[in-house]
């Protein structure tokens, strides 16, 4: 028997097994996909009569980053392949399509503060509410995104190793796991973190779980909203241009990669799974790193050679010796 169900049919039902078994976050932007795109576009379709002509055509007029598109195209190609599973469909007409053509590139760009900045911003912070102050000189020296800062609490500080695990974010108001297991990870807490929870102790120690809390006992921050009013006035009193809260983490991983740290080392911190993303993101910061900085061999191979003497000397001096 042919079958008459529609891709909007489709789309809805596994929209209610995705807000079962997914985090909310990942609900909300699939339902968004669905309601804003796939079903005003494809909705009316009836399955076997979807084709890659018709996909293809709503492509080519489609707007927003290469990202977006195959964000949209995510629900789309989940249905179809359900539909063949069930024999609704002979074939997935998304199966015929690439998604390579150039888009729209996003206007984002890492735009880190400088050290002076930094310091003018906790200066102002600190006179506009010690909570807030503390809050970012964390962000700051510990790169860790601002859902996780949210998250937070005492129990994830290691006192004797000086570390923080970072294990969970706040993520449209709801607390979720990490976004990947990468993102799963201990922070080495640098003297500047460290001091910030210490100056944060007496606020929030005793009286909750969560590190960082909203001044005048309003509770743990559960929406960005809740940030971005006092990082607006803090930034226009401070005179710094503005950028976003998230810099916060850029300037970790730029600081960190100019002054010389091993690129491997600054993704396990960020919570990447390879250093990809910070090639990608900190390439020029990477090559700072590499001009100031000379290797020191950690281990002994090749240090011992048949004319070299073992010494306290750097190696070059010794071989010229």
Wanted: charged share 30%; net charge positive; hydrophobic share 35%.
């Amino acid at each position: 028997a042919v079958s008459n169900i529609t891709i909007k049919q489709l789309l809805e039902s596994w929209l209610k097994d995705i807000e079962r078994t997914h985090p909310h976050s990942t609900y909300r932007c699939y339902k968004k996909s669905c309601n804003a795109h796939l079903i005003p576009e494809f909705g009316s379709y009836r399955a076997r009569d979807l084709t890659p002509l018709t996909i293809r055509e709503w492509l080519r007029h489609r707007s927003g980053t290469l990202k977006s598109i195959r964000n949209d195209l995510t629900p789309l190609r989940a249905v179809l392949d359900q539909a063949l599973n069930d024999d609704i469909i002979d074939k997935n007409p998304l199966d015929k399509i690439k998604v390579s053509r150039d888009q729209k590139k996003s206007d984002y760009e890492v735009d880190p503060f400088t050290e002076q900045e930094i310091k003018n911003l906790l200066k102002v912070a600190k006179e506009y509410d010690p909570l807030i102050k503390n809050l970012l000189q964390f962000a700051f020296y510990t790169g860790v995104r601002t859902s996780e800062l949210f998250g937070l609490k005492w129990g994830d500080v290691d006192w004797n190793e000086g570390t923080v695990r970072v294990q969970r974010a706040v993520v449209e108001r709801k607390m979720k796991e990490t976004k990947t297991k990468a993102g799963m990870r201990d922070v080495i807490l640098t003297p500047m973190a460290a001091e910030a929870l210490m100056a944060q102790k007496p606020f929030s120690y005793v009286s909750g779980e969560y590190i960082f809390v909203r001044p005048r006992n309003r509770g743990p921050f559960i929406d960005y909203e809740h940030l971005d009013r006092p990082w607006k006035h803090i930034l226009k009193r401070s005179k710094v241009r503005y950028r976003n809260p998230y810099q916060t983490r850029h300037t970790y991983a730029s600081q960190l990669l100019s002054g010389g740290e091993n690129i491997l080392f600054v993704a396990q911190q960020m919570g990447h799974r390879n250093t990809e993303m910070v090639m990608r993101h900190y390439a020029r910061w990477v090559d700072q790193g590499k001009e100031k900085q000379k290797h020191t061999f950690v281990s002994n191979f090749g240090q011992h050679g048949t004319h070299v003497e073992r010494s306290s000397k750097p190696v070059l001096q010794a071989v010229e010796n």
